[in-house]
């Protein structure tokens, strides 16, 4: 690639060998619907959960990349992840 730069950018991220942690996403709005939920989604990252201030935005965001969990309180995320 020719770039007009000096200096190349090292953009791309560097994803370890595990990636299915569950990822809970706190907050469902524009940005995480139209960028985070289809990046995570690409790369086969493990989306378990979600919390939003509003509750039924969060079950409207939960649902049409089918995330399992919506929960109603950060307490909620934190427990599920933390029960073992």
Do not use: W
């Not at 060998?17 to 619907?33: C, H, P, S, W």
């Not at 969990?69 to 029960?83: E, G, Y």
């Amino acid at each position: 690639m020719s770039s007009s730069f000096p200096f190349e950018l090292a953009y791309k991220p560097k994803v370890g060998n595990k990636t299915d942690y569950g990822i809970a996403l706190i907050g469902t709005g524009g940005v995480v619907q139209y960028a985070h939920i289809p990046a995570y989604k690409k790369a086969g990252f493990n989306l378990v959960g979600c919390y939003d201030l509003k509750y039924e935005m969060a079950k409207k965001g939960a649902a049409e990349p089918h995330i399992p969990h919506v929960h109603q309180t950060l307490i909620c995320i934190r427990n599920s992840f933390c029960a073992s």
